[in-house]
C-alpha cells in the first residue's frame, strides 16, 4: 500500500514563500517519479511540478521560475519551494507519486495567499 504524507501548507502573505513537503511510504522504489498538482476553488486540478529520479524536472506554465521542486530519494520525499506567491496560488496542493504508470495522491494541504 502506497501512502504519500504532505505537509508545510498554511497562509502567507502575497509575495511569500512556502516549502512543502510530501514523503512516501510503502510498496515503493526510491526512483519513482513525484510531483505536485494543485486544485484551485472552481478549477481544474493542474501540474505544478514533477521530478524524475534523475532529477529532471517540469513545470507549470504559471510557475515561471518561481517555484523549485527537488527530492530526496533516500527519504523518498519531494519536496516544493514556493518563493513569490500571489493569491493566484491559492490551492489546495496535491503530492503524486508514479507507479507502474498510475498516480498515487496524497490528501492535499491547502496554500492560501493573503493579506
Known amino acids: 500500500q502506497v501512502q504519500l504524507v504532505e505537509s508545510g501548507g498554511g497562509l502567507v502573505q502575497p509575495g511569500g514563500s512556502l516549502r512543502l513537503s510530501c514523503a512516501a511510504s510503502?510498496?515503493?522504489?526510491?526512483?519513482?517519479?513525484m510531483g505536485w498538482y494543485r486544485q484551485a476553488p472552481g478549477k481544474g486540478r493542474e501540474l505544478v511540478a514533477g521530478i524524475a529520479s534523475s532529477g529532471m524536472t517540469d513545470y507549470g506554465d504559471f510557475v515561471k521560475g518561481r517555484f523549485t521542486i527537488s527530492r530526496d530519494n533516500a527519504k523518498k520525499t519531494v519536496y516544493l519551494q514556493m518563493n513569490s506567491l500571489s493569491p493566484e496560488d491559492t490551492a489546495v496542493y496535491y503530492c503524486?507519486?508514479?507507479?507502474?504508470?498510475?498516480?498515487?495522491w496524497g490528501k492535499g494541504t491547502l496554500v492560501t495567499v493573503s493579506s
Open positions: 503524486y507519486i508514479l507507479i507502474d504508470f498510475r498516480n498515487y
Open positions: 510503502g510498496s515503493i522504489f526510491s526512483g519513482n517519479p
